[in-house]
């Protein structure tokens, strides 16, 4: 195989230190400061951070498991009216980020706030991921074995639990891993909700002490927490590419008298996982419409605009490099780096920010509160993004072709820069885009790194939270909702998928 | 690949537009304000449009500002720092990070209301107050003093501020009063009666709609809302601790001056100019410093709030401050 280009090489490995740099520094400040990282470690406070940020992993996990299978289960399982309905009903809290549905929440309700308040916003956020995970594993459960365990005698209830759910649960253990992580490094609807879990203690450690040691020290603990999800998720991830049985055959169970009430209940989930929070964000924005800054608003989209388009450009330019080298041209360096990359696929935001405020500060100042800085801290988050959406297309372009063009006589660049980038090109820009759309909703980041004078319209909407000034969040809000969320979900493959296959029969 | 480095550069600038290229250290005038924008900023759109300075402004907490300057240390792009309490102010000075500010500019205000060395100096008056809510809260059951809040009667009834500079300014007060133990008991206390926000504006809309009795804030934020909404549609009052307690604290938003940027001078003396010593009377009913700038019909004079005789140089142990609240677990 030919060698890697040597751009691809450069920009590879240049990503990975910048990638673990930032993380360094904030270790190698923890062990400067080791007498007050343990003395903080030590404080009962600490403890009971942990306890809170454990409660609230696993009982969200636990929900959003519950909520995902059941709409799953009854989308695609049954003969429910309007299966697509319910089916784009159960993935459009995707197209809101979590603090906006926080932030529908306490407008209307303003003792909204604590465990249960973001328990309930975040299993609301999070069961989408279970539903689409759990729903393409229904479609391709083995009808035949269901139809021999009910003749020999099974409830219904018996088939499901020992013949269905075994050949679901690698794909739903997958989706609550991916579920904890999100819980795990959420910030902004947990801080909006002022409910204490790590990372909203990091940012106030980070804002309301001078010793930064304080808020390092928990941000390593969050890391550590981050890594045991992630160590699990390895061992259950690689069940995602099971193919659909060769005749896809359905068995869909009457709900015969169950249908309202099932569909009351699917309703019941769209309404608190969008409908109502959406509904008091339009309310709110219609309110205060004579009262909104339009001049602010706007300055705050396009430069929200503005920084996530350089952003997107900056992680696809380093997630093709690397996708290049790992796809076509695949080497044991390749690999280690690509590794390396996806290792932070889990990392807190908060955290990079953190480390980053530290590194730019002491290390290198020239670019401390500078859009590069900020676009570091993207690029180290969003990278693994670009690689996931990345390599796909590259290496679905026929190998053959290349082979064909160097065989009439052009130069390995050629065919590269001519043939197989323009077959990918779709997919790659794609790729580029969903990075785009996720910087847009970044919020942790954004607000310890933005130069100077620089609003977008996630931190605007976070100021206006912190004075309870709802009628000023809300447009911030919807635009978000508007320009990110639901293009994110309309580019969203499995989301694509998922409704293809629903709507199929 | 042309065509994507010619959509980054594309890209660098229509971020430039956006007016976020990278900040030039030397050229820019960056100041650190450690207040409200919503109360801030138009003054500052005042100060642009007469001096034709254009300036950055970096928004945030006054302690978080205050570490930022001391984490940044030589390298700091600050030029001033415009705090919203005497304590950063003076944790600032005190690491050696501001400079001794000219006489001329001091002596446009009382001593008490400036650092003992001249490095930085108050623009604009404020008194701690006690929020209440008038339905939740009878005058019969108002305390007499602020310890009192500590008391069972209050559980979960109480909004507080611990991230907000004048929380802990008064904080920094109390330990110096009262003693260091009495305010970690105090603290303590909150951290069952009180209700944590981020700010004092979220104290008064949280005891304005009732979903909490009554808070610990800053008194021009009720009168800001009054003067928003009419003050016969206000759902609370404010109320003053009996005569020299800690927690009718006096203190001062000021401003101390970072690098030797000529334009730090011309900013610190606008800000002690008429036009913004009105604008702080005007706009956010604050008290003015200067002579000649009358404070808002119906407040009581500063010189004659029962606030307690508190140095406010002493306000700059705002690390041993943090480091209580941070203890009490309420941050």
């Known amino acids: 195989m030919q060698k890697p280009p040597v751009l691809t090489v450069v920009l590879g490995v240049f990503a990975a230190l910048l990638a673990i740099v930032p993380l360094g520094y904030l270790v190698l400040r923890l062990a400067e400061g080791i007498e007050a990282a343990s003395a903080e470690l030590a404080r009962p406070r600490t403890f009971e951070l942990l306890s809170n940020t454990v409660l609230?992993?696993?009982?969200?996990?636990?929900?959003?498991?519950?909520?995902?299978?059941?709409?799953?289960?009854?989308?695609?399982?049954?003969?429910?009216?309007?299966?697509?309905?319910?089916?784009?009903?159960?993935?459009?809290?995707l197209a809101i980020p979590s603090y906006v549905l926080a932030l529908g929440y306490v407008s209307i309700f303003p003792w909204f706030s604590g465990f249960w308040a973001s328990w309930l916003v975040l299993t609301m956020a999070t069961a989408p991921y279970v539903f689409l995970a759990v729903s393409a594993a229904l479609l391709r459960v083995d009808i035949a074995a269901e139809e021999v365990g009910r003749s020999l005698g099974l409830s219904r209830l018996q088939v499901f639990l020992k013949i269905t759910w075994p050949q679901v649960r690698t794909s739903a253990t997958a989706a609550v891993l991916l579920v904890s992580l999100y819980v795990l490094s959420e910030f902004g609807a947990i801080a909006l909700l002022?409910?204490?879990?790590?990372?909203?203690?990091?940012?106030?450690?980070?804002?309301?002490?001078?010793?930064?040691?304080?808020?390092?020290?928990?941000?390593?603990?969050?890391?550590?927490?981050?890594?045991?999800?992630?160590?699990?998720?390895?061992?259950?991830?690689?069940?995602?590419?099971?193919?659909?049985?060769?005749?896809?055959?359905?068995?869909?169970?009457?709900?015969?008298?169950?249908?309202?009430?099932?569909?009351?209940?699917?309703?019941?989930f769209g309404l608190l996982g969008a409908g109502l929070p959406m509904a008091a964000l339009l309310n709110w924005t219609m309110i205060g419409?004579?009262?909104?800054?339009?001049?602010?608003?706007?300055?705050?989209?396009?430069?929200?605009?503005?920084?996530?388009?350089?952003?997107?450009?900056?992680?696809?330019?380093?997630?093709?490099?690397?996708?290049?080298?790992?796809?076509?041209?695949?080497?044991?360096?390749?690999?280690f780096i690509e590794g390396l990359l996806w290792s932070n696929h889990a990392l807190p935001a908060i955290v990079v920010g953190l480390a980053l405020v530290f590194f730019g500060a002491n290390v290198t100042p020239w670019i401390y509160q500078s859009i590069w800085l900020l676009m570091i801290a993207y690029l180290i988050l969003f990278l693994p993004n670009g690689l996931a959406a990345m390599s796909t297309p590259l290496a679905q372009v026929p190998k053959g072709l290349t082979e064909v063009?160097?065989?009439?006589?052009?130069?390995?660049?050629?065919?590269?820069?001519?043939?197989?980038?323009?077959?990918?090109?779709?997919?790659?820009?794609?790729?580029?885009?969903?990075?785009?759309?996720?910087?847009?909703?970044?919020?942790?980041?954004?607000?310890?790194?933005?130069?100077?004078?620089?609003?977008?319209?996630?931190?605007?909407?976070?100021?206006?939270?912190?004075?309870?000034?709802?009628?000023?969040?809300?447009?911030?809000?919807?635009?978000?909702?508007i320009i990110a969320g639901l293009p994110a979900l309309a580019l969203n493959a499995s989301v694509r998928k998922t409704y293809a296959e629903v709507n199929e029969e | 690949m042309k065509k994507i480095f010619a959509a980054a550069l594309a890209a660098v600038s229509v971020v430039g537009l956006a007016g976020c290229a990278p900040a030039d250290s030397d050229g820019d005038f960056v100041v650190y304000v450690g207040r409200s924008e919503t109360l801030i900023q138009p003054l500052i759109d005042q100060y642009v449009a007469e001096s034709g300075i254009e300036v950055q402004v970096r928004y945030a907490g006054s302690a978080e500002l205050a570490a930022q300057i001391l984490e940044e240390g030589d390298n700091s792009p600050a030029d001033v720092f415009f705090a919203q309490d005497a304590g950063a102010l003076g944790a600032v000075s005190k690491a050696g990070f501001l400079r001794e500010l000219d006489a001329e500019l001091l002596n446009l205000i009382a001593p008490e209301y400036r650092a003992a060395d001249g490095t930085w100096m108050g623009a604009s008056g404020r008194v701690r107050v006690f929020n209440y809510n008038t339905d939740q809260v009878s005058e019969a059951e108002l305390p007499s003093s602020v310890l009192d809040l500590a008391g069972p009667e209050w559980r979960g009834r109480i909004g507080i501020a611990p991230t907000n500079s004048s929380f802990q300014a008064f904080v920094t007060a109390l330990a110096k009063v009262e003693g260091e133990d009495v305010a970690a008991e105090w603290l303590s206390a909150m951290k069952e009666n009180g209700v944590?926000?981020?700010?004092?504006?979220?104290?008064?809309?949280?005891?304005?709609?009732?979903?909490?009795?009554?808070?610990?804030?800053?008194?021009y934020y009720w009168y800001a809302k009054g003067n928003e909404v009419g003050f016969e549609n206000?759902?609370?009052?404010?109320?003053?601790?009996?005569?020299?307690?800690?927690?009718?604290?006096?203190?001062?938003?000021?401003?101390?001056?970072?690098?030797?940027?000529?334009?730090?001078?011309?900013?610190?003396?606008?800000?002690?100019?008429?036009?913004?010593?009105?604008?702080?009377?005007?706009?956010?009913?604050e008290y003015p410093l200067i002579d000649g700038v009358e404070p808002m019909a119906g407040l009581t004079p500063l010189d004659q709030i029962p606030a307690p005789e508190f140095d406010l140089n002493d306000l700059e142990a705002l690390e041993e401050t943090l480091q209580l609240i941070r203890a009490a677990g309420l941050i």
């Open chain 1, 56 to 93: 609230l992993v696993v009982s969200v996990s636990l929900t959003a498991l519950v909520v995902g299978v059941i709409q799953a289960w009854f989308v695609v399982r049954t003969n429910l009216s309007y299966p697509g309905f319910y089916a784009v009903v159960a993935t459009v809290p």
């Open chain 1, 194 to 268: 002022r409910f204490d879990t790590f990372t909203r203690a990091i940012y106030n450690a980070y804002r309301s002490s001078f010793d930064r040691t304080a808020a390092a020290s928990l941000a390593l603990v969050l890391v550590a927490l981050t890594l045991v999800i992630v160590l699990l998720e390895r061992r259950y991830r690689g069940d995602y590419l099971m193919q659909r049985p060769a005749n896809p055959r359905r068995l869909k169970q009457d709900l015969g008298k169950l249908q309202t009430p099932v569909t009351l209940l699917l309703a019941l």
């Open chain 1, 289 to 335: 419409s004579s009262a909104t800054d339009l001049g602010k608003l706007f300055a705050a989209t396009l430069s929200s605009a503005g920084i996530a388009l350089l952003a997107a450009i900056v992680v696809s330019i380093f997630a093709l490099a690397v996708s290049i080298w790992v796809v076509l041209h695949k080497n044991k360096l390749g690999s």
């Open chain 1, 405 to 481: 063009s160097q065989s009439l006589g052009q130069s390995y660049r050629k065919s590269l820069t001519k043939v197989i980038l323009p077959i990918a090109s779709p997919g790659l820009i794609a790729a580029a885009a969903l990075v785009m759309l996720t910087v847009l909703k970044e919020l942790p980041a954004t607000l310890l790194l933005r130069p100077t004078g620089v609003e977008t319209l996630a931190t605007r909407l976070w100021s206006a939270t912190e004075e309870l000034a709802y009628a000023q969040a809300a447009p911030f809000a919807l635009v978000l909702v």
């Open chain 2, 196 to 219: 944590i926000y981020e700010k004092n504006s979220a104290i008064l809309e949280a005891v304005e709609s009732g979903q909490v009795d009554a808070g610990l804030i800053n008194h």
């Open chain 2, 234 to 285: 206000l759902n609370s009052e404010i109320a003053a601790f009996e005569s020299q307690d800690v927690g009718n604290l006096r203190n001062v938003a000021g401003v101390g001056i970072v690098s030797e940027d000529p334009r730090a001078k011309d900013f610190v003396e606008f800000l002690l100019s008429e036009t913004a010593q009105q604008y702080f009377v005007n706009e956010t009913s």
